[in-house]
């Protein structure tokens, strides 16, 4: 259940001020259960929440421009997001990241983020951060800090206002800037996400990480990934990483750095910068072999794994008793079945995507 709207600042203060005999259980701290094992191993530490399939752009490698949205009754109610996250946090989850669509175009999210800012008072959640466009930032940041999100990622492409209008078709570059700094000025920490698109933005790398560099932002660069039907041809943005490494190593000195977040980049330092530079590579070089996430749709699909279609269902566990236990086994059953890796392939071969899904369904 969502809690009633009050500041983060006042629920720190009242979960610090109750005194209450150690024999009792902290309401705010879920009762914690056996943690969620796949098949090889991996313990599931990382929910993705995608809370909508809507956004206010549309970005090419994403969407379709004349997209069909779910129907609103088919989504998970915010009370119902909140207790599938605290039933994985029950069971180890130790990050949630919420995504979209675009997140912060859900109506009434900052409730769901001040009702799960619960987890980090009471020690159980590391971190609760969230991926946006950028376009509410201006908006929310302040919020969104006083709920002790401490960092977050923004998906930017390019520093080109008609370039980034031809790739959102609907965005405002002006307004995404506007909200980094908002974001800044709250204390948030910035993680720049870059789609590495050939022919696009594949001349504007090296001017991308100088800008987010200089303003103490990391970036990362992201494969695309076939994932549902869209106008251009993958094949036609496909730029793999490799050779945008190769681009930097002639001019820049790119030093292996440890760092991680718990996603699947793997960083370099870039010395001449001094900052963190990422690399997700889901077509030329997988993750999967430590993949600790899953993915919960805003419908209460959960996704096992990005790239396969298998998927359960626990809104209807959810939705069958106010008990947790048929979610609970629910949740066992999927993870059980969570492979071993996927099976992302883009090559002309192939007329069709991988999955069928958009990106914006499982949550970028």
């Given at each position: 259940?969502?809690?009633?709207?009050?500041?983060?600042?006042?629920q720190?203060?009242?979960?610090?001020?109750?005194?209450?005999?150690?024999?009792?259980?902290?309401?705010?701290?879920?009762?914690?259960?056996?943690?969620?094992?796949?098949?090889?191993?991996?313990?599931?530490?990382?929910?993705?929440?995608?809370?909508?399939?809507?956004?206010?752009?549309?970005?090419?490698?994403?969407?379709?421009?004349?997209?069909t949205?779910?129907?609103?009754?088919?989504?998970?109610?915010?009370?119902?997001?909140?207790?599938?996250?605290?039933?994985?946090?029950?069971?180890?989850?130790?990050?949630?990241?919420?995504?979209?669509?675009?997140?912060?175009?859900?109506?009434?999210?900052?409730?769901?983020?001040?009702?799960?800012?619960?987890?980090?008072?009471?020690?159980?959640?590391?971190?609760?951060?969230?991926?946006?466009?950028?376009s509410?930032?201006?908006?929310?940041?302040?919020?969104?800090?006083?709920?002790?999100v401490?960092?977050?990622?923004?998906?930017?492409?390019?520093?080109?206002?008609?370039?980034?209008?031809?790739?959102?078709?609907?965005?405002?570059?002006a307004?995404?800037?506007?909200g980094?700094?908002?974001?800044?000025?709250?204390?948030?920490?910035?993680?720049?996400?870059?789609?590495?698109?050939?022919?696009?933005?594949?001349?504007?790398?090296e001017?991308?990480?100088?800008?987010?560099?200089?303003?103490?932002?990391?970036?990362?660069?992201?494969?695309?990934?076939?994932?549902?039907?869209?106008?251009?041809?993958?094949?036609?943005?496909?730029?793999?990483?490799?050779?945008?490494?190769?681009?930097?190593?002639?001019?820049?000195?790119?030093d292996d750095?440890?760092?991680?977040?718990g996603?699947?980049?793997?960083y370099?330092?870039?010395?001449?910068?001094?900052?963190?530079?990422?690399?997700?590579t889901?077509?030329?070089?997988?993750?999967?072999?430590?993949?600790?996430?899953?993915?919960?749709t805003?419908?209460?699909?959960?996704?096992?794994?990005?790239?396969?279609?298998?998927?359960?269902?626990?809104?209807?566990?959810?939705?069958?008793?106010?008990?947790?236990?048929?979610?609970?086994?629910?949740?066992?059953?999927?993870?059980?079945?969570?492979?071993?890796?996927?099976?992302?392939?883009?090559?002309?071969?192939?007329?069709?995507?991988?999955?069928?899904?958009?990106?914006?369904?499982?949550?970028?």
């Open positions: 259940m969502l809690l009633p709207p009050r500041t983060c600042e006042q720190v203060v009242e979960t610090r001020q109750r005194r209450k005999p150690e024999v009792l259980l902290d309401p705010h701290k879920p009762l914690m259960r056996a943690p969620l094992v796949d098949p090889f191993g991996r313990e599931i530490s990382y929910l993705r929440i995608s809370v909508t399939d809507r956004c206010d752009f549309r970005c090419v490698y994403c969407m379709s421009e004349d997209m949205f779910l129907p609103k009754r088919d989504l998970l109610t915010l009370e119902e997001v909140d207790r599938v996250a605290t039933a994985f946090v029950a069971r180890g989850t130790r990050k949630l990241r919420i995504t979209g669509g675009e997140p912060l175009v859900r109506r009434d999210i900052m409730n769901l983020f001040r009702s799960l800012s619960r987890h980090l008072t009471s020690g159980a959640l590391d971190e609760l951060t969230l991926t946006t466009n950028g509410q930032l201006e908006r929310y940041a302040s919020e969104l800090a006083a709920c002790g401490r960092r977050i990622n923004v998906s930017l492409d390019t520093l080109d206002p008609d370039k980034f209008r031809k790739i959102t078709r609907w965005g405002d570059l307004k995404v800037q506007r980094i700094e908002a974001a800044q000025r709250a204390g948030l920490r910035v993680k720049i996400n870059a789609v590495a698109l050939k022919g696009v933005n594949e001349d504007e790398i001017g991308l990480m100088a800008w987010a560099h200089g303003l103490g932002m990391d970036l990362t660069l992201i494969e695309v990934m076939p994932l549902g039907e869209i106008e251009p041809g993958r094949i036609d943005q496909f730029l793999p990483l490799s050779i945008v490494r190769a681009r930097l190593m002639d001019k820049y000195t790119l750095d440890p760092y991680r977040t996603g699947p980049a793997r370099v330092r870039v010395r001449e910068t001094g900052g963190l530079l990422g690399f997700i889901p077509m030329t070089h997988n993750f999967c072999e430590s993949c600790n996430r899953v993915r919960l805003c419908t209460g699909t959960l996704y096992m794994c990005l790239g396969q279609e298998d998927a359960a269902d626990l809104r209807s566990a959810v939705r069958a008793s106010s008990d947790d236990a048929l979610l609970y086994r629910a949740m066992d059953e999927a993870i059980s079945r969570k492979p071993k890796g996927h099976d992302f392939v883009i090559d002309r071969r192939r007329s069709r995507p991988a999955v069928g899904r958009h990106m914006s369904v499982t949550g970028g």
